[in-house]
């Protein structure tokens, strides 16, 4: 079974290829996510959100590996869906990013970690889904 | 440009229709991410992660909506972006769940609003990605 998907926008970046985006500078990365004019009533009341959730979809991946290892770690190999790695069998990508003004359908938003021309498959509001933070651990994260 | 996707596994649940997924009793559901045989060097790592956030594609939805109205809260009609209403033009779900335990491929979790059978596209590790919650808003869902 395939499922297809159409893009409803795209983000503009600074950041032309993946190369370019540094982790340590991701946060003050700003951008826009510019969805097609037909969807601006979809965004009605997004205004009152500080963050959103970007999802998008990394054409530029061509292909995905089972392992991954993550940037900064030394010595370590964990399976892809343990990483956030962009090889992924679907190159799918979640991003939350601070809404900092909309202008139409223009989104602009700091925090970006895409690149320039990528295809964004849905935005949604980012609630917090777990207020609890002193119970999550982050597994080979903790090591960082 | 079309965007194609394979699923990677499908959800087990008790839920089997979004009727049945009921706000108040997801937090205490539990059920099962099933991956496909192939992919089971690429959970190795996530056993160390409290949550994972599953991507699904809602297979049932026929239609999107531009606009919802969120379950509870009277007389509000916003966006469809700026809720998390399956009637969306890519009827992608995002959720988060507890990682209780891993089978191989099969991963039990807490927390699930999916209905039995979905297909997933993905799973990542939940890594918290807004440690400031005190400065996050949450537009509509304030005064519910």
Redesign the interface.
């Known amino acids: 079974?395939?499922?297809?998907?159409?893009?409803?926008g795209h983000v503009r970046s600074p950041h032309d290829s993946p190369a370019d985006v540094s982790h340590d500078e991701v946060a003050e990365t700003t951008g826009e996510i510019v969805?097609d004019d037909d969807?601006e009533?979809?965004?009605?009341?997004?205004?009152?959100?500080?963050?959103?959730?970007v999802?998008a979809?990394l054409?530029d991946v061509e292909e995905y590996r089972?392992?991954a290892r993550p940037p900064h770690v030394e010595d370590l190999e964990?399976?892809?869906?343990?990483?956030?790695s962009p090889h992924?069998?679907?190159p799918?990508a979640?991003t939350?990013v601070e809404l900092l003004d909309r202008d139409g359908t223009t989104l602009h938003v700091e925090g970006l970690d895409l690149v320039d021309g990528t295809?964004v498959?849905?935005?949604?509001?980012?609630?917090?889904?777990?207020?609890d933070?002193e119970?999550?651990?982050?597994?080979?994260?903790?090591d960082r």
């Open positions: 079974m395939n499922i297809e998907y159409t893009p409803i969805l969807y009533p979809g965004l009605d009341g997004i205004d009152g959100f500080s963050h959103v959730v999802f979809h054409d089972l392992t964990v399976g892809v869906f343990a990483t956030r992924r069998p679907n799918l979640q939350v295809p498959l849905d935005v949604k509001p980012h609630t917090v889904p777990i207020e933070t119970n999550v651990s982050v597994g080979w994260l903790e």
